[in-house]
């Protein structure tokens, strides 16, 4: 009796497991790495898990993505809890999620403290300047990539472009296209399901990956996990409440953060405007003027970007320290801030996920999440406009008319270094495949260069 090899097409693909210091290491380097907002920061973690390591497979990235762009709060951040969790249980996402926001809340914090020490920090603004218009080529590179893999079938790209323009044009409120989106691929799994096909067979035998042992549901597991996670979050807000009474700056940066962090559906940018005017108007945390240099710093540095309240937490405490130094006010503010605004974000994983993955093998399941993805690519496709427009042009206005609400660059405002190092990034890693860590550096080097010279 003759045995045929397995064809190409139909070989499942070796996913290799890392050791636990193997996945520290690169989620350490992906916290140092993450520049570029969601759509950078999701396009960093599927190159460097996906493609380069083979820790994962492709159909469950996207899966747990979707999942992640369900909830409140920074996605990229929640799917790299969702990974290390999945890789090595709840030690491994609870690592993977702090590296991911720690570089970067150390470095908002350490900014914020220059700031009130010494004024204006032009040297840093250039070398992160250098590092923005490097991280065009990441955003770019995670549209091209995540649509190529994603959208299989005529009516996904289709999804793709009507959620693209519904969210740009019309500012159709994230979770009514998600919603939409699933439901689309509910019907088409119905009574049409070639229109939401997700690949051959290759695809479906990575689909079938087994669920680990440890991401099945355990009832006594997942309520110890709620009573840890609902303390851990709610009892210093109870706490200052009580001690230090509502009207304390810690009090109430603890309060409006913790409400920030379960409102901020479809990622920062909806709800930043929102958080600006509070943090200036109505608390009197600080200026305007410093809330836009604050929003500047925290899109170029690594991590969310709703890290930016870490700054705002600092500048807060510290102008109203309640008798202690004012430096460590402000460090506790910032801490404080960080803290109830990213815990939740480590509970809905690791409450959600185990049901997440016991429903991936579902047929309605998956062709709601196809439909899902699609809409996604078109999210990351607007984060990637959005990004873009504010890095290479000074000046973006908005067009309101027919219903539409539209980013609109002033042409004279182009910021021509930002444009030639963006493209230049762009030539390097897309065309020469320079790596990204030496591409980040030779353009912060390039935009520190320039801001001195420009001094």
């Not at 992640?68 to 969790?85: I, K, N, R, S, T």
């Not at 962090?261 to 305007?288: I, K």
């Not at 809409?375 to 206005?397: E, K």
Request: hydrophobic share 55%; net charge positive.
């Amino acid at each position: 009796m003759s045995h045929s090899n397995p064809s190409p097409a139909t070989t499942p693909v070796e996913f290799a497991a890392p050791t636990f210091r193997e996945a520290f290491l690169v989620w350490l380097k992906i916290g140092f790495l993450s520049f570029g907002g969601p759509a950078g920061q999701i396009a960093l973690m599927h190159r460097m898990l996906v493609d380069e390591r083979k820790w994962i497979s492709e159909t469950r990235f996207l899966h747990a993505l979707n999942y992640c762009m369900l909830l409140p709060g920074p996605e990229a951040q929640q799917l790299a809890v969702y990974v290390g969790w999945l890789l090595h249980k709840t030690w491994g996402g609870f690592i993977a999620g702090l590296l991911f926001i720690l570089p970067g809340f150390l470095l908002m914090t350490g900014i914020a403290a220059l700031y009130v020490s010494f004024g204006e920090l032009d040297w840093m603004q250039g070398l992160l300047f250098g590092m923005q218009a490097a991280t065009l080529a990441i955003v770019i590179e995670a549209v091209l990539r995540v649509g190529k893999r994603a959208l299989k079938t005529r009516a996904l790209y289709a999804m793709a472009g009507v959620s693209f323009v519904a969210i740009f044009a019309f500012g159709v409120p994230f979770p009514v296209i998600v919603l939409m989106a699933g439901l689309i691929g509910l019907a088409a799994a119905r009574w049409r399901p070639a229109l939401v096909k997700t690949g051959g067979a290759k695809a479906d035998d990575i689909d079938r990956e087994p669920v680990p042992e440890h991401a099945r549901p355990r009832a006594a597991w997942l309520l110890k996990v709620l009573v840890i996670g609902l303390a851990l979050w709610s009892v210093p807000v109870l706490l200052l409440w009580l001690l230090a009474g509502p009207d304390n700056v810690y009090t109430q940066e603890s309060l409006f953060f913790s409400k920030m962090a379960v409102v901020t559906f479809g990622g920062a940018y909806a709800v930043l405007a929102y958080m600006a005017q509070q943090a200036v108007e109505h608390y009197g945390w600080l200026a305007p003027g410093e809330m836009v240099q604050g929003l500047a710093l925290a899109e170029t540095t690594p991590g969310p970007l709703i890290l930016v309240l870490t700054y705002v937490g600092f500048l807060g405490a510290y102008r109203a320290p309640g008798g202690l130094d004012p430096m460590l006010a402000g460090v506790l503010g910032a801490t404080l801030s960080t803290w109830v605004t990213f815990v939740p974000c480590f509970l809905w994983i690791f409450l959600g996920a185990p049901y997440i993955e016991q429903l991936r093998g579902n047929r309605w399941l998956s062709a709601a999440l196809t439909g899902i993805t699609a809409a996604v690519v078109g999210v990351i496709l607007n984060l990637s406009v959005w990004f873009a427009l504010h890095v290479v042009f000074r000046d973006v206005q908005t067009w309101s008319g027919f219903g539409m609400k539209l980013s609109v660059p002033t042409l004279a405002s182009v910021d021509v270094a930002a444009l030639i190092l963006g493209t230049a990034a762009m030539l390097a890693m897309l065309r020469y495949h320079v790596s990204l860590l030496r591409t980040l550096l030779v353009c912060a080097l390039a935009g520190l260069a320039l801001r001195l010279l420009s001094m």
